[in-house]
């Protein structure tokens, strides 16, 4: 039994020291190790990407929301300024219009009177 601790001693040093040949460990062994290792960090990888893209993403539909949401704001409060403002222009005129049939009353009434 400590024969085979002392094995899979040699196999872990030749992993990391790189000397399999010296301790008799065949470097196909270590190869698939080495290129497993590489496609778990390449998924890692890649899993990090789709997730900082997903993120990226989610930003962007928030940004743009908020960007639509103040369009629409703007929008409203244009429209509600131009209906106060015609509002206003037509009690105005109708105020002028009132004023001035007063002062016709006025007038007419002034040349009745001796």
Avoid: W
Avoid at 12 to 29: C, D, E, N, P
Avoid at 91 to 108: F, G, S, T, V
């Amino acid at each position: 039994m400590k024969r085979s601790c002392f094995r899979h001693a040699k196999v872990l040093k030749s992993i990391f020291i790189g000397s399999g040949a010296s301790y008799g460990v065949r470097t196909r062994t270590v190869r698939p190790l080495s290129e497993r290792g590489q496609i778990k960090q390449q998924c890692q990888e890649a899993e990090l990407l789709k997730h900082l893209a997903e993120k990226r993403e989610h930003e962007r539909e928030v940004a743009q929301k908020a960007i639509d949401e103040q369009n629409n704001f703007i929008k409203m409060a244009k429209e509600k300024l131009e209906q106060r403002m015609e509002i206003n222009k037509e009690n105005r005129e109708a105020h002028i219009a009132a004023m001035l049939e007063r002062l016709q009353e006025k007038d007419k009434h002034a040349e009745e009177v001796p």
